[in-house]
Structures are given as structure tokens and as C-alpha cells.
């Protein structure tokens, strides 16, 4: 079940909600321009890029627009961390049981 969101990660929601936001504004791109490139409604985008809330397909397709969807999906790749570049000499399980 979710609890309370925390903190950490809250503040990492308006962070990037801010970044994308000024991406946005850095490329002259209006809140509406940027819905309908996104095929989103306007108060999702706003609430998107204000709060950073949302749901993670809308962030993406809003990442994509702002020519930042390469840049996230390269962040989130486990060989770029230090665990992850250990562990890739090792035989790693499709699925972790507990």
C-alpha cells in the first residue's frame, strides 16, 4: 500500500517538474503547444510541470517533446552505476523471488 510520499522524492518531483518546465520555456513552447504535441489536456500539463504530478507515461511524453526522453532513459540504465557495471560480469536471474 502507498503511504505518504517521501520526502526525497517529493522534492525530486518538483525538481524535475521545474526543469522541464524551463526546457519548455527556454524553447519558446506555450503550455497549450506543448498539450496538444503531447496529446494531453492542458491542466494535466500544467499540473505536470508545476507539481510534478502525474502519471510516468505523461511525464515521458512530455520528456519526449522536450527533446529530453533519450537523456532519462539513459539515466535509468543500471550499467551506469557502480553496482550495476559490477554485476554485469555476472549471471543475473529474469526474475527475483522472495
Do not use: C, W, Y
Not at 524551463?22 to 503547444?33: D, K, S, V
Not at 506543448?34 to 500539463?45: D, F, G, H, K, Q
Not at 510541470?49 to 526522453?69: C, D, K, Q, W
Amino acid at each position: 500500500m502507498a503511504g505518504r510520499t517521501p520526502i526525497p522524492v517529493s522534492r525530486a518531483m518538483r525538481q524535475v517538474a521545474a526543469h522541464l518546465d524551463l526546457a519548455r520555456r527556454q524553447q519558446r513552447i506555450t503550455m497549450e503547444l506543448l498539450a496538444e504535441r503531447a496529446n494531453l489536456s492542458v491542466p494535466t500539463v500544467r499540473r505536470l510541470l508545476s507539481e510534478g504530478a502525474g502519471t510516468f507515461e505523461n511525464f515521458l511524453r512530455v520528456a519526449r517533446i522536450l527533446g529530453m526522453l533519450d537523456g532519462i532513459v539513459g539515466a535509468t540504465d543500471p550499467l551506469r552505476t557502480p553496482i550495476g557495471r559490477a554485476r554485469a560480469e555476472q549471471d543475473v536471474p529474469k526474475r527475483v523471488r522472495g
